[in-house]
């Protein structure tokens, strides 16, 4: 099958695979899409830290202008809209310090909680003693839709996910 082909099929048949709203069917509450999921250890170690941090700046290079609105906190949520000051006070806050405090952001295409955005990237970090007791993982995660892979999108995402595994050096991933 080619892209053609796959991506006329998969159009032909998008909302058999979309789950909507009750209330409001035109609000999709899971669509298939390309979502990435790394898995670390130690995450609460600076150099880890700064590696989460890169990763996330490499997401924004390619997809930062399709977010719009995310948050920051682990036990204080701070809602904020997306913008080149948010992404540098989030690039500070992941490269707080783990063996005190755990860390969790968002920032997604779609605005609040309620619907999952088309483009997201999440992570939970927790802190270090956390992840000791309790054989936590740290999780970083990436949500982009299918057409994504369009063109030479597949290249394009065969090299972030490479990008991100390099930089991440994750224990596990699917």
Known sequence: MNEESFFKDFDAHRWDFTVVDEDDEEKPVLQVGLVA???????????????????????????????????MGSEKIIKQDFCPQGM????SYIQSDGSADSASFMWSSQQGFEYPGNYMFEAILPV??????????????????????????RERFHDLMRGMCNILRPLHGT
């Open 128 to 153: 270090e003693w956390f992840e000791r007791i309790h054989s936590a993982l740290s999780t970083i995660r990436f949500y982009l839709p299918i057409d994504e892979l369009k063109g030479d999108g």
């Open 37 to 71: 999921t790394f898995y670390m250890v130690d995450a609460y170690l600076p150099i880890r830290r700064k590696h989460i941090a890169e990763a996330f700046e490499l997401y924004c290079k390619h997809f930062g202008e399709k977010l719009v609105w995310g948050y």
């Open 88 to 91: 540098n006070s989030c690039l």
